[in-house]
């Protein structure tokens, strides 16, 4: 069991507070004393007591602390707090905190404390958390609902924020769209050629792409009333005279059952439906082509769009993908094969997501595994160039691609390929004058806007100053219509002074 803390840190929205915990010879009866407390204010307030409160200057720096914090890192203000209000001899002092990270890196920059973050200490912190408001009486803040509330929608804001250029969320939900088509558009595919096939059966053989059977069958329909305009769009659909003849002559020698006009009108909406879906399908592809060579170049120049698109939300973004080591992307997408494997202890698959890359299909069955393992290393390179990488650009993509080339004719000629360091230096020599391009191009799109907004700015003023004129206008006419009396007025008024000014003087 974990010692009994001395102190215990608690993170708030408002700052940092340390706060003392009451000693107990059996650590068994604190953790039990603290439980039945934590239901009463007054009766674990005598156990916990507010020793030190350092409060955050300003929001920005209240979100600063709190994203350090959930990544387990030490802030520069945390350091500080800890550093001043902690007891001088710290080798008898226990500090309890919640977490195990930030608990790690505390006893990293002070290493004479002992940490604590397991055994009674989850306890006071949940009791610190629901009694703040009656421990933190004496402080001076505002309302600390709304400080919770300020901070999680500040801190949600940060983790939501991504780059503009390098959509990767877009890339994911983009794919994942793409897979679900895939799977309805097959679907709904085989649902028209059995729907359509207890009409015209003899279709099927003659058509067998699904995307040109869905079209000819809405066309057609009624295969006895086949003229010269279903001829042109069936000539339109499949651009071949042959496969034409072949149609209508199947539609006359057909062997299939009549059907009425309701029937075959749901059967030419559904098969609408579904040629739409699969134009948009299409247009989705030609999407994720386009987002691809602006999120990660690299990567889809070499495994291509869709791969490295699925790679990507598998990871959960094109960050995490770069962070993980070449024999996570190996096998990325055969988890449940590799655990079932470490149980039954067999052998370990050699590939995931990456099976769907050209490279393995090409290569011998004895040389797949190496060049799965080849593949997920060049993988790995190109993520990490897109990721962080100022510009990103598909120059390296390409090279790495003639890599895995070399290495496959490697395998099977023998072929010596040249080394990476060369391959990315000469990579690097043509990215340069690209890369320059780009920043120039986006530098003169920056200055344009400036001078814009500057334009904008000064025009503002300008018409402020002639509605100024209008009304000065406005008010001279006024005056000169009113005649002399409104001068005579003024002169009097102004005389009075005068008067008084001498009576003063004399």
């Given at each position: 069991m974990s010692e009994a803390p001395n102190f215990v840190l608690y993170e708030h929205a408002v700052g940092y507070a340390l706060l003392s915990v009451s000693e107990f010879e059996d650590i068994g009866r604190m953790s039990q004393e603290v439980e039945l407390a934590i239901g009463e204010a007054q009766r674990?307030?005598?156990?916990?007591?507010?020793?030190?409160?350092?409060?955050?200057?300003?929001?920005?720096?209240?979100?600063?602390?709190?994203?350090?914090?959930?990544?387990?890192?030490?802030?520069?203000?945390?350091?500080?707090?800890?550093?001043?209000?902690l007891p001088k001899k710290r080798k008898k002092v226990t500090l309890g905190v919640n977490d195990g990270k930030l608990a790690g890196s505390i006893s990293e920059k002070f290493p004479g404390i002992k940490i604590s973050f397991t055994g009674v200490v989850p306890e006071i912190v949940r009791g610190v958390r629901v009694h703040f408001a009656h421990l933190a009486k004496d402080l001076p803040h505002h309302s600390l609902s709304k400080a919770q509330l300020s901070l999680g929608h500040s801190y949600s804001r940060s983790k939501v924020k991504f780059d503009v250029h390098r959509v990767d969320n877009m890339v994911i939900q983009s794919i994942a769209l793409l897979d679900q088509l895939d799977k309805d558009i097959n679907l709904f595919g085989m649902r028209i050629r059995e729907w359509y096939s207890y009409h015209y059966p003899e279709l099927y053989k003659v058509v067998p792409?699904?995307?040109?059977?869905?079209?000819?069958?809405?066309?057609?329909?009624?295969?006895?009333?086949?003229?010269?305009?279903?001829?042109?769009?069936?000539?339109?659909?499949?651009?071949?005279?042959?496969?034409?003849?072949?149609?209508?002559?199947?539609?006359?020698?057909?062997?299939?059952?009549?059907?009425?006009?309701?029937?075959?009108?749901?059967?030419?909406?559904?098969?609408?439906?579904?040629?739409?879906?699969?134009?948009?399908?299409?247009?989705?592809?030609?999407?994720?082509?386009?987002?691809?060579?602006?999120?990660?170049?690299?990567?889809?120049?070499?495994?291509?769009?869709?791969?490295?698109?699925?790679?990507?939300?598998?990871?959960?973004?094109?960050?995490?993908?770069?962070?993980?080591?070449?024999?996570?992307?190996?096998?990325?997408?055969?988890?449940?094969a590799l655990f079932?494997?470490?149980?039954?202890?067999?052998?370990?698959?050699?590939y995931g997501l990456l099976f769907h890359s050209s490279f393995i299909g090409r290569a011998s069955a004895k040389n797949k595994g190496r060049i799965s393992r080849f593949l997920a290393n060049k993988c790995t390179i190109a993520s990490r160039i897109d990721c962080f990488s100022e510009v990103p650009v598909p120059t390296f993509g390409e090279h790495l691609r003639q890599q895995v080339e070399d290495r496959l004719k490697f395998f099977e000629d023998g072929e010596v390929p040249k080394k990476n360091v060369e391959v990315m230096k000469e990579a690097a020599d043509e990215a340069e004058p690209i890369m320059k391009k780009i920043l120039k191009k986006k530098k003169k799109a920056a200055k344009k806007a400036l001078e814009t907004s500057a334009v904008t700015a000064e025009a503002e003023p300008v018409a402020e100053d002639g509605e100024s004129k209008k009304k000065k206008k406005k008010r001279k006419s006024e005056s000169e219509a009113n005649g002399d009396a409104t001068m005579e007025v003024d002169a009097v008024e102004e005389e009075k002074p005068k008067k008084k000014k001498k009576k003063v003087a004399a």
């Open positions: 674990f307030c005598t156990i916990v007591k507010m020793a030190a409160f350092d409060a955050f200057k300003n929001t920005e720096a209240a979100l600063d602390n709190c994203l350090a914090v959930s990544e387990g890192i030490v802030h520069d203000n945390l350091g500080t707090f800890l550093d001043e209000n792409d699904q995307y040109k059977y869905v079209k000819c069958a809405s066309v057609i329909m009624d295969r006895k009333t086949i003229n010269e305009e279903t001829n042109a769009k069936l000539m339109e659909i499949m651009e071949d005279e042959e496969k034409v003849n072949q149609i209508i002559e199947a539609a006359r020698t057909s062997m299939g059952m009549d059907i009425s006009e309701m029937d075959l009108m749901n059967i030419e909406r559904f098969a609408n439906r579904v040629a739409s879906l699969t134009d948009y399908r299409h247009r989705l592809h030609e999407y994720i082509k386009d987002r691809m060579n602006s999120c990660a170049p690299s990567l889809s120049a070499l495994i291509g769009e869709q791969v490295g698109a699925r790679l990507i939300s598998h990871a959960g973004s094109l960050t995490n993908l770069a962070k993980y080591p070449a024999s996570t992307i190996q096998i990325l997408g055969a988890e449940k079932r494997a470490l149980k039954t202890r067999s052998n370990t698959p050699k």
